[in-house]
């Protein structure tokens, strides 16, 4: 329990995964309360006892299926799951009582739809909530007016529920696209810096060389200093040290074979394959999901520049809002694109930099719509010989 | 003691900000269109309904006054992101107010959910402390009904059970949407966390490729020859469209900047450039590290980085040592060699102190990225951990 609200606490730090179990978890305790709840509420409903009971079995049935797909780690089944309980709780209440709650329901069920944050699931359970509570509104208009009610007043509940039914699902869309484009923006990010880690981790490499230090997946030492520390942490977990000893040994059989050549091979079995699979991204030899945590962990303890407001601009617009600035600048960046091996692979040797054709495609591409605007461009179009002519001499 | 759970990268605490400001604008817009919508259906119904046109007029300047409000800030907003903030709050406040003014003057049980409109329209910010003041208000207004004015929920055909159940729904749907909005804005917090990181992860990244890439290859700009061709680029720029080279003076102090000259040195002979302006050019060097250099090193590696729709939100993009997939004994296998890893350090990463790495698992965003029974093993018994690497590796750095 102390887990979970921590982790409720500090979901800002947790992936989508996490956060849909958290969800589902909060949903599925409320849906334990109001379950609970319904019990003695029932006996108020229209209903014949037998319909009742009916009614509470298949939900006692639906809560454990809600709990079966969770355990299964089935989460977006789960979900589902869980929207169908609430409408069917809600059915169950609007045809049962013609009271003021009932309605209530209505919001209950729309905000456990707007939760999960999915735009299908509210677009058409949602749709399907309000399109029952407009029935029901209309149908039992008679129960939900007061002593001296104003006139219209049916309508007033009818247009407040599709009002808040719209302002979420105008929320939603608006997060929706909002997600998305924050979401790959930061794929784009993590795919350039492990472009960028690829580079580092071969100049890694080449000083380990020069340094004569062996690297850590061929260091006994190192071996087995990680071969213990599994250990340590198996057997907290109660398991066979030898086991994770084996895993261990498969992990550093994959540095020295190759990943490849383990799948090729049928003396291991299947499992053993997946195994490898699965180790694949935390081997230390090639940029790996392992390599980028080092990388990544090592930075913090590397000096940087204080932060100041454009610590992340790269927009050349931005950097330098007059013309003159700009193509100074523009000038020094195709001459570094064009006098320096930029973004080269190491390894080969017949590596040059690039030439005016080619850096005349880079510019043009749709990448770098990020740092120069359309009217950089069509400057370096209009005056493509004279950055040729000059800024292409040898330096 | 820290407190648990910072950034393990405290620059993109500012930077976060200004992404949510970025984006507070346009939700603004939302609710003051929203918020119009809302003015113009009350405008409406009263007018449809006749009701007495100083309570008509009384609730619109209500509208008005939000509305005008919301213009003024977004107006403002431009100079400085704080009025979007304060807009935030006001327009919550303002919305909150002009339901329960609806509540008094209608007096009908229909009106009671239009506090439920207002919780919807303040929910659109996404903002922890909106959404206190929403439960705050929602909370209040729900009790001084129940309790001050039971006669707005007096129904004709009320139920037994209705005196108990309608304060109760109230109560789980007050409890739903507010968990509901906290687990949102936690969400969204998630993904702007996320996209600073990644800023800050390249920063770091493109600092250590520029020194890896140094050190290794011993190469270094010739400075001078590139600005010697920048001023002869310039002459032919110039000539080409008959003016003066108006590029020299900038092109100098640039070059000055390369050299690392000071700031007052170069003031006394350029005394009409500023310190901003000062900086910008130094921005825009090609030293290294400076923000030019990044830059075309940026572009050149930009180059092919196409994503597949499918790899937006996937999970395999997430680097932790917590996947789903993977079996306990993988995750442990990961832990361990990660730390190990640290511990040694290689040929360009000084060895990690015990303490260094336990402050960033233990107190950072770190934490979360890998298994929670692991790295609570790991918290009681790094000492344990610690003494395996020292013996092993043969050195202990404190």
Redesign the interface.
């Known amino acids: 329990m102390k ?1 979970f609200l921590r982790k ?1 606490f ?10 849909r179990k ?2 589902i978890t ?1 949903v599925m305790a ?1 849906l334990l ?2 379950t609970a ?1 319904t019990i003695p ?1 029932s006996l ?1 409903f229209k209903y014949e006892l037998l319909t009742v009971i009916i009614v509470l079995i298949a939900l006692v049935i639906g809560f454990i299926l809600i709990l079966a797909l969770f355990r299964w ?1 089935k989460i977006l089944a789960a979900e589902q799951i869980s929207i169908i309980y609430t409408i069917g709780l809600t059915v169950f209440y609007t045809l049962g ?5 009932a ?3 209505f ?2 069920a729309l ?2 739809i ?2 999960y ?1 999915e735009l299908f699931s509210y677009l058409t359970y949602g749709t399907l909530v309000v399109g029952i509570g407009v029935y029901y509104i209309f149908t039992y208009q ?13 309508y ?2 009818a ?3 599709v ?2 039914y719209l ?2 699902l ?2 939603i869309l ?2 929706e696209k ?3 484009d ?12 492990e ?3 690829d ?2 981790l071969s ?2 490499v ?3 060389k ?2 004569k ?1 062996t ?2 997946y061929e ?1 006994v ?2 071996q ?7 250990v ?3 057997e ?2 109660h ?1 066979d040290g030898k ?2 000893l084996n ?2 040994d498969l ?1 550093i059989y994959i540095h020295e074979r190759g990943l490849r050549r383990v799948l090729d091979n049928d003396e291991f079995s299947v499992s053993t394959k997946k ?1 490898a699979n ?2 694949d991204k ?1 081997l ?1 030899n090639s940029r790996t ?2 390599i ?11 000096e ?2 204080p ?1 100041r ?6 927009n ?1 617009c931005k ?2 809002p007059n013309h ?2 700009q ?3 523009m ?3 195709y ?3 064009a ?5 080269e692979d ?1 390894w080969d040797p017949t590596d040059k930099p ?1 030439s005016h054709q080619e850096i005349t495609e ?2 043009m ?1 749709m ?2 719509e ?2 120069l605007n359309a009217e950089q461009i069509a400057f370096y179009k209009d ?1 493509s010989d ?2 040729e ?3 292409r ?1 040898k ?1 | 003691m820290q407190n648990r759970q910072t950034h393990v990268f405290s620059e993109i605490e500012d930077y976060r900000e200004l992404l949510e400001n970025k984006h507070l604008r346009s939700k603004n817009r939302f609710v003051m269109i929203i918020t119009i919508i809302l003015g113009i259906a009350v405008l409406t119904y009263m007018a449809v309904a006749k009701y007495p046109l100083y309570t008509t007029l009384s609730l619109m300047t209500g509208f008005l006054l939000v509305i005008l409000i919301n213009f003024a800030c977004l107006a403002y907003g431009y100079e400085n992101h704080y009025f979007y903030q304060l807009n935030q709050y006001i327009t919550s406040f303002g919305i909150f107010c002009l339901a329960i003014a609806m509540i008094f003057i209608f007096k009908s049980p229909s009106m009671v959910a239009a506090l439920f409109i207002a919780y919807a329209i303040a929910a659109f910010y996404q903002d922890l402390k909106v959404m206190f003041i929403s439960n705050a208000f929602l909370l209040f207004s729900a009790i001084m009904i129940m309790a001050e004015f039971p006669e707005y929920l007096d129904f004709i055909n009320a139920s037994q059970e209705n005196d108990f159940a309608v304060p109760f729904f109230f109560l789980v749907f007050i409890l739903v949407l507010s968990i509901s909005s906290y687990i949102m804005v936690k969400q969204k917090r998630f993904f702007y966390n996320q996209i600073a990181l990644s800023k800050e992860t390249e920063f770091r990244n493109i600092d250590l490729l520029i020194d890896l890439e140094t050190e290794v290859t011993g190469r270094t700009i010739n400075l001078s020859k590139y600005y010697d061709n920048i001023l002869a680029f310039t002459d032919a720029f110039t000539k080409k469209i008959q003016m003066d080279n108006i590029f020299i003076k900038k092109i100098h102090i640039m070059q000055a900047l390369e050299n690392n000259t000071a700031y007052p040195l170069l003031h006394e002979k350029y005394p009409d450039f500023s310190k901003e302006e000062y900086d910008r050019l130094s921005d825009l060097s090609l030293g290294v590290h400076r923000k030019l250099l990044k830059l075309a090193m940026k572009i050149s590696y930009a180059k092919d980085v196409k994503i597949k729709k499918r790899e937006i939100f996937s999970e395999t993009q997430f680097k932790s040592f917590n996947h789903q997939s993977d079996s306990l004994e993988i995750k442990i296998l990961a832990f361990a060699v990660f730390y190990t890893a640290l511990r040694r350090g290689n040929a360009a990463m000084r060895p990690l102190t015990e303490a260094e790495i336990y402050n960033v698992l233990v107190y950072t965003d770190y934490y979360y990225y890998i298994d929670p029974r692991i790295i609570r093993i790991y918290q009681e018994n790094n000492q344990v951990f610690d003494d395996i690497v020292s013996d092993i590796l043969g050195k202990r750095v404190k």
Not at chain 1, 10 to 19: D, G, I, R, T, Y
Not at chain 1, 224 to 230: D, L, R, S, Y
Not at chain 1, 339 to 343: D, Q
């Open positions: 887990n409720v500090n979901a800002e730090f947790l992936p989508m995964s996490e956060v958290i969800k909060l409320f309360v109001i709840v509420f108020f780690h009582t013609s009271s003021f709650y309605y209530l329901f919001y209950i905000t456990i707007i939760f944050q008679a129960d939900l007016v007061s002593m001296q009610d104003i006139s219209g007043s049916v007033i509940y247009f407040i529920l009002m808040f302002i979420f105008v929320q608006y997060n909002l997600y998305i924050l979401n790959y923006d930061w794929v784009k990010m993590n795919r350039l810096i472009k960028y880690q580079r580092s100049y890694l080449e000083l380990d020069r340094q230090r690297p850590g260091d030492k190192c087995k200093a990680f071969g213990e520390i599994a340590f942490l198996a907290h977990f398991e086991d994770i895993l261990r992990y195994i699965r180790l935390y230390l999901d392992m980028s945590m080092i990388f990544n962990f090592y930075t913090k303890f590397r940087t520049l932060y407001d454009n610590r992340y601009e790269y050349l950097l330098a003159e600035e193509i100074i600048a000038a020094l960046v001459q570094y694109l006098n320096e091996i930029c973004n190491h690039l880079l510019l591409a990448e770098t990020e740092f005056n004279l950055f002519q000059h800024l001499k330096t």
